[in-house]
């Protein structure tokens, strides 16, 4: 047996030379070992459990082998809730967290002053809004806005009924009472003539030739549908504005996530889908365009 500090060199150094990031080491421990991050250093003379360093050092050979390490560990942190992750679903990113924070600035902004007169108007009116996550994967953003705003109606669709089957497991283990329609983009509500307040998504947007230089990590693990959107990343965006204009109420929000340097493109289809519109590109903590908003009416 070795002790905890020596378990975590190993693995540190183990994961430096074959090319992968060493911060995982201490994940992949933590979880193992059962123990928060305080844990982990207070312990960090004592001897490891024989059973737990075999599983330990076995889950390390895994992720360098390719496997993500939230697949091995099977959750994803997002906005302050642990979400079931595997490999049916995307890996939420941080990054992602801004598109929620955003979005809910902006129905606080465009919705604020209306929900007193929708709540004496509507009895249940706490779900006045109604808010569309459109390809949800594992239902990070849509079980987080509506954990956040319970006053918002959230519906999510994705197109494989895998996905959907991680994001209603997220949900119910959270307690965010989300509806879930296995559909193709806006398809299914515009077969059933329904109208959303905002429509948020996280669509694939890379590039088909990206994959060559991308990590293994994320091409040989993460679900391609969920990645990579034609030869310029762009599919799924001239798709919405096709379809937008049919399940939009007349005030309404508009927020895509997009790939670094697609921002100008996406917000420019939505000038051109609606030309009265206020159209904003967001940067991210990181300094990149992020993501698109529209606010209509």
Known sequence: ????????????????????EEKAAELLLRHFAGMSRAELFASYHDELDGEVEAAFRAAVSEHVSGRPVQYIIGFEEFYGHRF??????????????????????RIEKLFGKSKAD?????????DSIELVDIGTGSGAIAVSLKLEMQELAVTATDLAETSLAVAQ??????????????????????SAGRKFDVVISNPPYIPVSDMEWMSDIVTEHEPHRALFAGADGLDLYRRFMEELPFILKNKAIVGFEVGA????????MLRATFPTAHVEIVFDINGKDRMVFATLG
């Not at 929708?118 to 706490?126: G, T």
């Open 261 to 268: 340097g697609q921002s100008e493109a996406v917000a420019e």
């Open 84 to 105: 079931i992750v595997n490999e049916e679903v995307l890996i939420p990113r941080p990054e992602t967290e801004e598109l929620v924070y955003g979005t809910l600035q």
């Open 1 to 20: 047996m070795s002790k905890i500090y020596e378990a975590l060199n190993w693995a540190s150094s183990f994961l430096k030379e074959q090319g992968r």
């Open 118 to 126: 929708l709540w004496a108007e509507h009895e249940n009116a706490r």
């Open 169 to 190: 497991e997220n949900a119910s283990r959270l307690g965010a009472l989300v509806e879930f329609i296995h559909g193709d983009l806006l398809q299914p509500f515009i």
